[in-house]
């Protein structure tokens, strides 16, 4: 595998249910991030990942949980969703979370909330 | 606050016309980097190009091509002779000194046969 890749591509859930999505990049990078992709809205940045180590939450509710265990796998653990977060979820990842370094994204994750 | 406008939400072009997609910037910073990207269906988002504040050369790459224009705050995008894999949606994004990367609305691009 190259590059960053997600998995589930695709995913239905019940708004009582608990589902993780995966995230892992082959780049060697040390910064991973989760974005939100809404219909007709801009990129939403979720969270920052540096060296394992969280560095930004853009004011995510708590019924999202991001996890990483080591710089080159990225989990967003998710329960008691609303229909409203149902989007794609994108991952990336870049060498570092600076502005010197292009952000390299995987294929995201299409969730729909029911 | 930074901004990033993308003012063309759809754009329609027949194969082989050229198009230029546009972008607008707001900043403080005096340094800071430009970007845009590419999503075809599948999702993903594809860097196309990078580019800093302090170096205003256009870039071509093949049928791509983009004028950085600071007094204009523009970061515009043109494709020659489009073709129908170009159809996507474009984003153009700016990259603060903090490291967030700020995106516009993104243009749908449709090139028909």
New interface residues.
Partial sequence: ETGVTQTPRHLVMGMTNKKSLKCEQHLGHNAMYWYKQSAKKPLELMFVYNFKEQTENNSVPSRFSPECPNSSHLFLHLHTLQPEDSALYLCASSQAPTDSYEQYFGPGTRLTVT | AQKVTQAQTEISVVEKEDVTLDCVYETRDT???L?W?KQPP??????LI?RNSFDEQNEISGRYSWNFQKSTSSFNFTITASQVVDSAVY?CGS???????I????TELSVKP
């Fill in positions: 340094t800071y980097y970007f990207y599948s999702g993903e988002l594809v860097f990078r984003f990259y603060n000194q903090g490291g967030k990367l995106f516009g609305q993104g």
